[in-house]
């Protein structure tokens, strides 16, 4: 009885700190990401005449002293300063440590988009190039260590979003990007799996290291049942073990961040069809399904008013970024970054030994 009372007690106040949330509209966020080398010619007036109140910087390397002079100058007009790291796919370290990468196996799907692509033997596996996810126990710290090195070596900031936390394309050999829900879908390894907390470790590791940061994982969807015939090419992923998985790697992180960023770069993930009806009409959906896909698999549901929508501003009219615009402020989320950098999610096959060397 008391026990039950206490787990009471405990919801209602997850209840009101998530109400709580719930929603200044002068809180919201209303950002620009921009790749660190346009710093310079960034003027902060025209941004912030157009709403814009935060600014998300692509960082890669260390500053130049050209790019801190212009932080320097945004941050006295009051733009809140933002970094946005890129984690899985890092063609460096792949390169380096090609072990550490995804692996496809299992559906030979994904053939149909490679048809040339040769056979692998025994002794080898087909690598996600140049994706290389937290999960494996020496990408996780080379990963950590590039966090903190680029976090260290930038002047302080409200915090940092995170991206590609999660498995591969491709996962299960459909040939979907949007099928990311695991490293290895098969037998062969190349390093050891941290299991499905990985993602949420890996944050929490950022977290303590940067405890003045907020730090902010973007987390993309996974596949739809539309897709077994078109982008699963008639594999049943969206029934199998897509969701699932997915939804296990989230909770985690659910529990250990306020809030979280949804990849909604509709048109880079193949998301404009016409099975959403109105343009950019997959946003809404993709927003709702951080709280029912995790309820269809019993783990709490990530309310919209917890996430912050990563919107496409490359590659796009006026009209489709307004559409999103639209979708986004209509669903209850924490507000949105319009990425006017391309975030890919590209990938190609590549063959490495099972000795680790590459071919
Ligand atoms: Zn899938
Ligand atoms: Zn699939």
């Not at 346009?38 to 260390?62: E, F, R």
């Not at 494996?136 to 915090?159: M, T, Y």
Request: some cysteine; aromatic content about 10%.
């Amino acid at each position: 009885m008391t026990s039950c009372l206490r787990i009471c007690i405990g919801c209602c106040l997850a209840l009101l700190s998530w109400k709580a949330l719930a929603q200044d509209a002068n809180d919201l966020i209303k950002g620009l990401l921009i790749e660190a080398s346009w710093l310079q010619h960034q003027q902060a007036q025209p941004l912030k005449d157009s709403g814009y109140k935060q600014l998300v910087i692509n960082i890669q390397s260390s500053p130049t002293d050209s790019q801190l002079r212009a932080l320097q100058r945004l941050t006295e007009h009051d733009l809140e300063v933002w970094y946005w790291i890129e984690i899985a796919r890092d063609e460096q370290m792949a390169a380096q440590h090609p072990e550490w990468m995804a692996s496809i196996q299992g559906h030979p799907e994904w053939r149909r988009f490679h048809p040339n692509f040769p056979k692998e033997t025994q002794g080898e596996v087909v690598k996600v190039f140049p994706w290389v996810p937290v999960f494996f126990e020496g990408a996780f710290e080379a990963h950590f260590e590039k966090v903190n090195d680029l976090l260290e070596q930038w002047p302080s900031a409200k915090g940092v979003f995170l991206n590609d936390l999660q498995g591969a394309p491709t996962a299960c050999g459909c040939g979907h990007t949007l099928c990311r829900w695991t490293t290895d879908y098969g037998p062969k390894t190349t390093a050891r799996n941290l299991g499905h907390t990985a993602p949420a470790q890996f944050i929490k590791r950022v977290m303590e290291a940067h405890p003045d940061m907020e730090c902010i994982p973007v987390w993309a969807t996974e596949c739809e049942a539309h897709d077994k015939d078109g982008l699963c090419a008639g594999v049943g992923c969206y029934n199998g073990a897509c969701w699932r998985e997915w939804s296990k790697q989230l909770a985690p992180i659910s529990q250990a961040t306020t809030h979280l960023a949804a990849l909604l770069t509709y048109k880079e993930l193949q998301r404009d069809l016409d099975v959403y009806g109105t343009r950019a009409g997959w946003i809404p959906k993709a927003i709702d399904s951080f709280a029912s896909e995790s309820k269809r698999f019993n783990h709490p549901a990530v309310p919209p008013e917890r996430l912050i929508g990563i919107l496409q501003g490359w590659n796009t009219t006026p009209e489709e970024e307004t559409a999103q615009i639209r979708h986004l402020e209509k669903s209850g989320t924490h507000g949105f970054i319009l990425s006017k950098m391309p975030i890919t999610s590209e990938w190609e096959p590549r063959i490495l030994k099972m000795d680790g060397k590459p071919q």
